[in-house]
């Protein structure tokens, strides 16, 4: 039997590398996309356009296209989020938690629906350390910013209607860009570190030498967000990360660096140090001193990396080896990260950061 889907933040980072998979899938019957602006052109026949907004009761949709998913979708995937680190809770809330309370209730209409898939971000485990298990669902050590927070109580939203739904949620490490070519279709707050630090404008890191940087590839991503919607597997938590194959904060500065220098000989001659790792109240008192004398460029570049950066002060690693393990069967393989990392860092430079065209063009 084939499945029609309906995919929420198809014009996110994941949006086309996941449409391709999507549309690319003789599972798939149909992909009706739900756009709130203008949407964009897409040339596979597979895709539908609905218009519709997820901060509205059953995301919006008028009677006719409510009636339409209520009788035909079987899957659902909620990519749709408020992913900015300097949003304030209530903000973050009215898109990321409402946006769930929305899809529950649109869930509640849809006849055929045999499975729901969530996209969440590893870092509902906040300020939480040590290993972090995926099996793992609550914690109250607090988070470093409101998008973290809101993320984490949309998943305690749909694991009290587990018991009722096919739920499934995936939390997703930090995309990094594409492992063939390194493209990067949307810049987020790791890419603009990089940049600064390339600027000169992150004198600075928090955490430790040994804190693990979990990155993973938009390809692998959307491989595995579309293997977990569409494969027959259980509902459950899956985490997509980096897992053991991880550079440490201080591989990764060191990597950094050499590729900077490799890809632009001039940069050389610029004699810039790699930032200082130093710890979370260092970091702050310098994010302050910043915020109360430096130029806008620097100010700029402290107000990104404060919002994320705290992060890395909360060492931690992802234990991945069920998920792994139930992808790989499905043929879908985590590409390491030291075979990419260099494809992204000269993409970034190549490109001058600028993202690659988002125009759709599935087949």
């Known amino acids: 039997m084939t499945d029609i889907v309906l995919i929420t933040g198809a014009s996110g980072m994941l949006g086309r590398h996941l449409l391709s998979r999507l549309c690319l899938s003789p599972q798939v019957e149909r992909v009706m996309v739900l756009a709130h602006d203008q949407p964009q052109e897409f040339t596979s026949s597979k895709i539908e356009v609905v218009k519709g907004d997820v901060k509205q009761e059953d995301f919006g949709l008028n009677l006719a296209a409510r009636r339409a998913v209520g009788a035909k979708v079987s899957v659902i995937i909620h990519g749709a989020a408020l992913t900015s680190f300097s949003s304030q809770l209530e903000a973050a809330r009215a898109v990321n938690v409402a946006g769930v309370e929305n899809l529950l209730s649109l869930a509640g209409h849809c006849r055929r629906l045999r499975a729901i898939c969530h996209l969440s971000t590893i870092y509902v485990a906040g300020r939480r350390t040590g290993i972090i298990r995926e099996d793992e669902l609550s914690h109250g050590c607090g988070f470093v910013n409101a998008y973290e927070q809101s993320k984490y109580e949309a998943e305690q939203l749909l694991q009290a209607q587990a ?53 993973i590839s938009a390809d692998y991503a959307a491989a595995s967000v579309a293997a977990c919607a569409l494969q027959d597997f259980l509902p459950r938590t ?77 060492p931690k690693q992802f234990e991945d080896r069920t998920t792994v393990s139930l992808l790989e069967a499905a043929g879908v393989v985590r590409p390491s990260i030291r075979n990419y990392y260099s494809k992204v860092i000269q993409y970034l430079l190549e490109s001058n950061w600028q993202p690659a065209g988002c125009e759709q063009t599935v087949a």
């Open 163 to 215: 018991h009722e739904l096919p739920v499934s949620i995936v939390r997703l490490s930090t995309v990094l860009g594409d492992s063939c070519d390194g493209a990067v279709n949307k810049l987020g707050a790791i890419h603009h570190a990089l940049r600064f630090f390339f600027l000169s404008l992150a004198p600075f890191v928090p955490g430790r030498p040994e804190s693990l940087v979990d990155l």
């Open 238 to 314: 899956w985490h997509v990360c980096g897992g053991a194959d991880c550079l440490t904060l201080a591989e990764l500065l060191d990597i950094t660096l050499q590729l900077f220098c490799t890809y632009r000989p001039s940069w050389r001659k610029r004699v810039i140090e790699k930032p200082a790792i130093v710890d979370l109240k260092t970091f702050e008192l310098f994010v302050n001193s910043v915020e109360l004398l430096a130029d806008s460029m620097l100010k700029d570049s402290v107000t990104i990396l404060k919002h994320f950066a705290p992060q890395l002060a909360h």
